[in-house]
């Protein structure tokens, strides 16, 4: 088999068991909103629900499509996400990928920043603690990961923000911006209200992969091949980065790639202590209001968002792993 | 590896040195500049009322719109009178025909006229295309203007509380709203056009920001803020830092005050003043479902109402900042109030009663049984977003535990919970709050809540009731009005469909520095006594 037709039966295996993936997760994602008990429209309706009555709720579940069959309304659903045309949020009366891409991308302004510093600190200060394992540097890192890593997120934010913004007053409380800047004063007014958040974002982050990385070190460490290294004569500073560290990127980028997906909703807490429109809260609102447009529209775009992100990281595996990248090249699926 | 962690921390530490001194000057609001002699150049509200979009019918915008830029024909005032708005006065003879005498010079932000046919065509359109209003405005039979200053409106049969509803019904520009179909996605600057005092001059939808300043061709007096901004926050913690700091001049929220543990720290603040309201809702109220088999009994509700110790209960949710509620239900600040039997806590007279009403322990388990001998389990049902009602429902749990009644507890989301309440009514206990405008529905005295007809959170279909509401309904005369309150509340006294559990007065911190802050029972501390009398200390 040629190389190239190797390369190619491997990307259309990956691409078709994607491709399945996602459908049975459009499916999941259509049916779990509607399997959850309470009614959209009551949600609309707020406190005023108490003065309509049955026929006007279903004359408002009319108008919302609501009343079709189930079949009817999948059939929809599946041809819009195909367009991704999610119709019109209930609850806000905004088209629904609009409110997605908005809120999407502020969300990934604040998830960017925070998973590279996290991952970067996460990777420094993995190896420093790995490569001196059981040295007071270690103990002490280790010791702050776990305390990060077992915080409440909400407490922690609270407190940070107490500190720094109520008391010393050098970041503000809350939003992405003043609202009242244009131009590069606007940037700099964004940067400044979200260097907590991703201070904070990044700080869990950096926790949660510091152990990762710190273990797969001290594993490594013990394995043969380093010790041939050794005997061979090599440096400590040649093991470490060309032995070491190079077997620990492909969980590292696995880790990465998943906390993607987990971040873009997870950003919640931060949200909610920071006022930052994003995605977690739009999730958060769409549940609770039972927004069924919405929450389909942010499940397929989080779907999209985590199989590409579990994708580049295949991919990215064949570069760091020459045996994954071998098999790549062979159309011999691992 | 060392010079990396170094040049790490140093970058970190002059980045953040940077971000905090290059933009962004504090916004306290204390510090404002007034201009003229006490005028107020600038007004910050903080609100965890989320605008989403700029058209009328998304909640929070909505609630901003009817306090600051729309106005309707008449409103409610600080006393919770009915008082004049868009309409100078009104004259009815028989409940049913109302004659509206609207002013002569009022106009909307784009220097139109405001008629009577603005008012004939909101009705009319709300009705079409507002299921809330559909239902509110049922029986409206017709809305005449017969001239620029005259509304005329008919309704089926009479109806006293007619002026509560309309109080909450803003008046839209029929040259605006009458090519737009669809209201729930008509958000341009047209839309936010009314004949308040402000205009909305921005909206900032990254930040949720709001930013209105004063209608300079206002027909009526100028208010004394020259601009106000509505600055959102996710969360109450947040926004309460902010207005310690003098970030901003209120917290607002409709119909509800703010919890009493933030009390303590804001004292602390020399910039902050509290007041507080009696509340014309009540916080917590348990229902009985009189449409369900043992919660029809009168004597079963009784001896519930006594196993409940209300002191504890005042003592723990409201810390003091509340009041021990009488049988009769309806808040002390209510017209027409009549005193009632206090609610008391006794163990042994409520377990006298259940004996009466014929639940006993029969298999020996320290529970009782039905009257019919089966397994008696009631079912209370709490929303799982009030956590102060989950935690209050906890303490039911025990005090009736106690007597012997093994209630079960059932958290719900919102939406289910309004599903069953609103529309299913298979509950068959719960605990839920009133507010002030559902309070004064129907014939007003929470009525509504009870009436099987109507709301009916207790399905009473009691012909002694209705009765009762039926003639509240329909009668003007204020001593005979007087009386009919009080056959109201004697009724809630002696049949208990529903038990104030405990009630918590409306907390209400604000800006010190600034004095005429008027507390409305309807529109809280955001309402036009405030907006035109507030000044400078």
Redesign the interface.
Known sequence: MSLAKGRARFFAGKALRYGITLVIILSINFAIPRAMPGDPMINLLGEDAVRVDRQMLDELRAQYGLDRPIQDQYIEYMLGAGRLDFGYSIHKNLKVTELIYDRFFWTLVLIFPSIAIGGLLALVLGAIAGFRQGSKVDRLLTGVSIFMYSCPSFLFAMVIVTIFSFHLGWFPLGNISSGRTQGFAYLLDIGYHLFLPVAILSAFEAAYIFLIVRNSITQIMGEYFIFVAKAKGLSARVIELRHVMRNVLPQFISIMALNFGFMVSGALIIEIVFSLNGMGTLIYDSVMSRDYPVLQGAFVFLTIFVLAANFLADVLYGITDPRIGDSMNTGKMI | ?KY??KL?IITVLI??VL??G???T??NSTDSPTVGDNRIQKLVIGTTNKV??T?M???SFGLFSSRLTHRALVTIGANGDIVPDLATSWDTSDLKTWTFHMVGNATWHDGKPLTAQDVRFTMDYQKKNN??W???FAGLLSVEAPDNQTVIMTLDKPGFNFLINLATCRVLPEHIYKNVEDP??FNTPDAWIGTGPYVLKSF??????L?YEIYDQYWGQSPAIDQIDI?????T??MM??F??G?IDVPYAY?TGYSPYYVPKLLDNENIGIMTQKNGGITSVLWFNENKTYFDSKTFRQAVSYAIDYEEMKNIFTSGYGSIPDAGFVPQSTLYYKETRPLAYDVNKSKDLLDAAGFKDTNGDGFREAPDGKKFQPVLLIRS?KVEHVRAAEMLKKYMNAVGIDVQLKI?????F??I???EKTHEMALART?YA?MQ?GSGYGS??IDQRI?GWSMVNDSKFQTIVDQLMTTIDSEKRRDLAGQLQDYYADEMPAITVYNMDIIQPYNKNYVGWVYNPSSGILNYDTLFGLHKA
């Open positions: 590896m990396i962690t790490l980045s953040c971000l905090s290059c933009t962004q504090s916004e989403e979009d058209n019918n998304d909640y299921p809330t559909k239902s509110v729930k996605k900032d939808k990254a930040t949720g920001l930013h600055r959102y926050f996710a969360n913690d947040t830092l902010a310690q700091k970030e119909a977003d719900m989301d919102r939406s289910s309004g599903d309440l609103d529309f507010t559902g529905t509504s809540y709301y």
